[in-house]
């Protein structure tokens, strides 16, 4: 699987983007899908993930609230809408699938970064 992220930049403090991850070469509709960020100097953390079969949502609680996951799996599409964005969620952000028995992730995107200029 091939996963490509896109709809980074630089927002001010309080703005909004909506982030998109493209996959290609399968289908994502039957697996767990999700998002996660590095920060410099930091840790990769998960940010939210999604589910396939009733697409069950999970949320960092850094973002509940102002993030929202979604999936279109006819178009193989993952996103991720960020509001009220803060100078704490500048980070690069990856686009990640789980495994079929969803306990690790096994393809990941090359990153999109998003800057939140306070």
């Known amino acids: 699987v091939n996963l490509i992220e896109s709809g980074g930049g630089l927002v001010q403090a309080g703005g909004s983007l909506r982030l998109s991850c493209a996959a290609s070469?399968?289908?994502?509709?039957?697996?767990?899908m999700g998002w996660f960020r590095q920060a410099p100097g930091k840790k990769r953390e998960l940010v939210s993930g999604?589910?396939?079969?009733?697409?069950?949502?999970y949320y960092a609680d850094s973002v509940k609230g102002r993030f929202t996951i979604s999936r279109d799996d006819d178009k193989n599409t993952l996103y991720l809408q960020m509001n009220g964005l803060k100078s704490e969620d500048t980070a690069v952000y990856y686009c990640?699938?789980?495994?079929?028995?969803?306990?690790?992730?096994?393809?990941w995107g090359k990153g999109t970064l998003v800057t939140v200029s306070s």
């Open positions: 990640a699938k789980r495994r079929s028995d969803g306990h690790c992730v096994d393809y």
């Open positions: 070469g399968r289908t994502i509709k039957s697996y767990i």
């Open positions: 999604i589910g396939w079969i009733r697409h069950n949502t």
